[in-house]
């Protein structure tokens, strides 16, 4: 690109409806590097020769979060974990304050309402995140741009009062692993996660692992073509009625352990758009399905699968007998156990 052909008014026109992807674009074909950003923010020059000023693509660089807590007894809160080598690009602020606050936790006597939490573009991962801030009542995702992020793993785990959790304009494009991500959040009742893009997402153990109050949970437009670890992913989601799993693509999963053990509400299940030819682990995978009367495991390939263990422990006679005609037990698999006796 010829900077020098563009007009500083055309410059600012463009600019001013700036979009995340043409602002990349527009640096990186000026630098013809891909550090342009890191660039472009110390690089007054650089700023002041494409008419660019830093507020343009920060705006579209960075992710804001609000927060609601609630408080418990007296003590320390901690709302946030920040790794010490990316401590420097989170900026925290209570209520409407505008000074920024160094400290990750709040004293119960602040009764501190609304959290603001700005992370710059720089940080790639979320994993841990809000890991064991059982304080947190809400969180709204304001603004995300967040294309660097990879992994969300225990991102939300161990949030127990967290009722509310807006995830809207979430952006997950990049992510690998979303491994315990809602784990332990016991007191969410619904979770749309239709705008979730899981495209390269490989790993959703435990996902929504004793997420016991969870009653809604849209997964509709899930695709998990690169899943290979499902283990424990409804495990102890005790409220859950109903879960449709018509879209889930399970071509590349070999591990579906504990996957809807203690899922002790729900009474049907539809599987029949499973393909478990690469599966090799169905350890405890309806145990504790309590409630389960209609079951369809029509096209379950069981060849690999080594081992079956307790696979229909604690379910109903009545469910039993509907599928003991539907799946086979290989030599190599370890026999089903099913209520403490053998199929």
Excluded at 236 to 248: A, I, R, W
Excluded at 250 to 261: E, G, P
Excluded at 324 to 341: G, L, V
Aim: glycine share 2%; aromatic share 12%.
């Amino acid at each position: 690109m010829n900077s020098r052909n563009i007009s500083k008014n055309e410059h600012k026109k463009e600019f001013e409806n700036l979009k995340s992807d043409f602002i990349f674009k527009k640096i990186i074909s000026f630098m013809k590097i891909n550090k342009s950003l890191s660039i472009m923010k110390y690089n007054k020059k650089l700023q002041k020769r494409l008419n660019i000023s830093i507020n343009d693509y920060k705006e579209y660089s960075e992710v804001e979060i609000e927060l609601k807590l609630a408080y418990g007894k007296s003590g320390k809160f901690k709302f946030i974990n920040i790794p010490k080598e990316d401590k420097e690009y989170y900026h925290i602020y209570f209520d409407n304050s505008n000074e920024e606050i160094k400290r990750r936790y709040v004293e119960f006597y602040e009764k501190v309402q609304i959290i603001k939490i700005i992370i710059d573009y720089q940080v790639k991962s979320f994993k841990e995140l809000f890991y064991n801030c059982d304080c947190i009542e809400s969180i709204f995702f304001k603004k995300v741009y967040g294309r660097n992020i990879n992994d969300m793993c225990k991102m939300f785990s161990g949030c127990s009062s967290l009722k509310e959790l807006y995830l809207s304009k979430f952006k997950t494009h990049n992510i690998t692993n979303m491994s315990y991500m809602f784990s332990r959040c016991s007191s969410l009742k619904e979770l749309n996660l239709s705008t979730f893009n899981t495209n390269n997402v490989t790993n959703m153990c435990g996902m929504f692992n004793e997420c016991s109050s969870l009653k809604e949970l849209n997964l509709s437009n899930f695709n998990t073509n690169n899943v290979t670890n499902m283990s424990w992913m409804f495990y102890g989601c005790s409220s859950l009625k109903e879960l449709n799993l018509s879209n889930f693509n399970t071509n590349k999963v070999s591990d579906m352990s504990f996957l809807f053990s203690g899922c002790s509400s729900l009474t049907e299940l539809n599987l029949s758009n499973f393909n478990t030819n690469n599966v090799t682990n169905m350890s405890f995978m309806f145990s504790r399905c309590s409630s389960l009367k209609e079951l369809n495991l029509s096209n379950f390939n069981t060849n690999n699968v080594t081992n079956m263990s307790y696979m229909f422990s604690r379910c109903s006679d009545e469910l039993i007998n509907k599928i003991k005609d539907q799946i086979t037990i290989t030599n190599n698999a370890i026999c089903i156990s099913i209520s403490n006796r053998d199929i």
